[in-house]
């Protein structure tokens, strides 16, 4: 089985052919997408897009990158949709959410206060988060040291092996996409080959961050074998159980996944899928 803990599926990108995308993923064994939110106007629509298939499942937040385009508002308004979607199967964490340190321009500061109060939300609904900690290793473990939410993943990882670990120790996967299949991408592959099995999930991130055999093309979650493929040549193992241990670490951080209408069932205590 094969988890797609990350994908824009709501971006414009897709609006051609989204009902096709959906189906090549499907049709390749792609069993769960998660769609996370970015701001505000799109809770409702990654509600609504993900109730439409199969294994379809969202997550909350707002994105640092939307930050300023947000209100404080905006964190209430969060709150109340949690606080329905809490009765929803198809949502699993709160999410996107977290800080970015690559973009120039950005008011950190800002970024800060949005992403401590959605960490101390997840802490008050119990949920994991998903991280976007681009650039922001350190800073974003800072915050998570102190408020201690219930675990998550760090998507897109790319930061130092030490790095890695702390998010390990929190309780955190680490999520590996298209970048991991670059050869000149030598810290994530390092990162891929040598940390434990029980480190990895897998993602697209699509229509972003096409892997090698694609760029500049657009991303899509059928893209999601192959990735899971190159984790595989890098570790040495069968893709097979590359998809088993990343499907089984999805679950195991972001609990809720188990119960998602339409993907295979597991027990809910499993974090190791047959």
């Known amino acids: 089985m094969l988890i797609d803990t990350h994908c824009h599926l709501d971006a414009a990108e897709f609006d051609a052919d989204r009902d096709e995308a959906i189906a090549r993923s499907q049709a390749v064994g792609v069993r769960t997408v998660l769609v996370p939110a970015i701001d505000r106007g799109n809770f409702g629509t990654v509600r609504s897009l993900t109730h439409r298939f199969d294994g379809g499942c969202y997550a909350l937040g707002i994105h640092p990158l939307f930050v300023p385009g947000s209100h404080e508002a905006d964190l209430d308004a969060l709150r109340a949709a949690v606080e329905v979607a809490m009765d929803d199967p198809r949502f699993v964490a709160i999410g996107e959410i977290g800080l970015d340190h690559f973009v120039p321009g ?6 800060e206060r949005f992403y401590e109060a959605q960490l101390r939300l997840a802490r008050d609904f119990d949920l994991p988060v998903l991280l976007h900690v681009r650039r922001a290793q350190d800073h974003v473990l800072k915050h998570l040291r102190r408020l201690r939410p219930a675990g998550g993943i760090a ?3 790319n930061g130092s092996e030490q790095q890695a670990r702390h998010f ?3 309780g955190f996967a680490l999520g590996f996409g298209g970048a991991m299949t670059f050869g000149r991408a030598l810290q994530i592959r390092r990162l891929a080959t040598g940390l434990p099995a029980e480190a990895h999930v897998l993602e697209t991130d699509a229509p972003d961050i096409s892997p090698a055999w694609l760029h500049p093309a657009r991303n899509e979650p059928a893209e999601l074998v192959g990735i899971a493929r190159a984790l595989a040549e890098l570790r040495g193992i069968d893709p097979e159980e590359v998809a088993t241990a990343s499907a089984g670490n999805a679950l195991r951080v972001l609990p809720r996944l188990a119960t998602v209408p339409g993907s295979r069932p597991f027990p ?3 974090s190791t899928p047959t």
């Not at 950005?106 to 970024?111: E, H, K, S, T, V």
């Open 106 to 111: 950005q008011d950190l500061a800002r970024q």
């Open 268 to 270: 809910a205590s499993s």
């Open 155 to 157: 998507h897109a990882f």
């Open 168 to 170: 390990l120790g929190l």
